[in-house]
């Protein structure tokens, strides 16, 4: 794997430490499955803490290791990123985003936005697509999944609004 950002390093670390995981585990097992994704040009990295457990991190913006075993949507985990400013080095109109990674039994998986389902590429069990929302609006969108059993699973999420991440503080020479 190519170099990983010291930055990356640390939020695996700390994502095995918040799930009793192992960091040496979890830093062996992490993957970059996609890159250069949407405005703040992410990547989307996972891995396992230990236990079976999957942790995934979308640089630059966010990241999710789940401590409870059950989901409405098993096989999948996603993280839905705010928009809007405080992403450092990035402008203030980083619009929002979902991003996740699926198990093998997964055979699609859509996000369906004011009424309109879109289907999300599916590339190395990961998927990513921006939220064509102003930076700063709520809204409510819903990921569909449809398994290879013929089932399909549905969750609402909602993106409460302002969203201001803080920016960090400025050092002074």
Known sequence: ????PAGVTFVVRQGASDTRGSGGAALA???ALRRRLGATRSTLYAFSPGGGGVCIVLWRR???????????????LYIL?????GYVNQP???PPAIAGVISD????????HDGIAHSLPLFHNAFFREIHEPADAAFTVSLRVGYADGSMRSVK?????PFHLPRPARRRP
């Open 157 to 161: 999420l909602v993106q409460g609004a």
């Open 92 to 94: 203030d109109d980083v």
């Open 29 to 31: 097992s992490l993957r």
């Open 81 to 85: 990123s705010p928009g809007g400013p």
């Open 1 to 4: 794997m190519r170099s990983v």
């Open 105 to 112: 039994n997964v055979r699609w998986v859509k996000l369906v």
């Open 62 to 76: 966010q990241s999710a290791c789940p401590t409870f075993p059950h989901s409405k949507t098993p096989g999948v």
